[in-house]
């Protein structure tokens, strides 16, 4: 499994979604920045109105905005992928590493995984609760 699929199949929902929040929330940013960097009002109010109409058109006719979904979410993937990585490594670097060298630097493993050849299994019993109401209350 990986960590980020293209779902070339979306379906009505999703495609009402994308056309109603995040592609107009994307064509805003985009008019703002276009606005801030060239000035440009004619501009700014020509993509705004241009994604409006592709807005309207998605909310009402879903299908007729899979390409634009598609083409967006092929465009957006490989920021997805380098990001969920570097997050997942800097988690780990900086995170689990320093925690794993601390509590092998104090000797303790909380796996308990080392090796015992006089013991005949490594089974840890489980003492079951009695208070049956603790299941009705597990956080």
Known sequence: MALLEINKNPSKRQLRQFAGIWFPAAILLLGIFLL???????????IWGAGLVVSLVGLV????IRRVYLGWILACYPIGWTLSHLLLAI????????IGMVL??????????????SAKTYWTPH???VNIQRYFKQF
């Open 36 to 46: 801030r960097r060239t000035g440009s009002l004619s501009l700014t109010i020509v």
């Open 61 to 64: 006719i879903p299908p007729l």
């Open 91 to 98: 988690v780990f670097v900086l995170l689990l590493t320093p």
């Open 104 to 117: 092998r630097w104090l000797g303790r493993d909380p796996l308990n995984r080392s090796l015992d050849r």
């Open 127 to 129: 003492i079951p609760d």
